[in-house]
């Protein structure tokens, strides 16, 4: 069973119900993976949003990850493997990890790629939940397994493909 903890700061429209968006996501994201049996475990399986600032964002992104700039999205596993593969065991809660979007630029890439920040949030979610089960762009074949992933997951929930290319 998904359990989507959310937490969003001021920056963020409260009158939009970010939940439902976070948890499709996640779910569609999961459902491309290796591993789409998780989303319907017994075990409660746990995903950690956070919509916040940029520079929320700067700060974290300086402190794990040494760049001292924001970025549109952070993924901070707390998985392995071992632990993906037996998800659907009925254990006590399996924390995914966490994911953070930066409200600023997630909008300014939103008015760039001229989608919404709903749609655009969407893509975040899905590329950070994606992190959280072990994918990365480190190399060129990571990152095109990756960014298909992607597209195949935002294609079932109604989304362009971000990136133009086949999924």
Known sequence: MLE??????????SSRSWLPLVRKAAQAAIAESDYPEIADADRPIEIS???????????LNAKWRGKDKPTNVLSFPMTDEHDLSR???VQSELLLGDIIVARGICESEAAEKD?????????????GTLHLLGYDHHNDRDAADMEAREVRALKRLGIAN?????A
């Open 87 to 89: 998800a659907n065991l």
């Open 115 to 127: 989608v919404s920040v709903e749609d655009h949030v969407t893509h975040l979610v899905v590329h």
């Open 162 to 166: 971000p990136y133009g290319i086949p």
């Open 49 to 59: 949003v956070t919509l916040t600032g940029n520079d929320e964002v700067q700060a």
């Open 4 to 13: 989507i903890a959310l937490d969003s700061d001021e920056e963020w429209d």
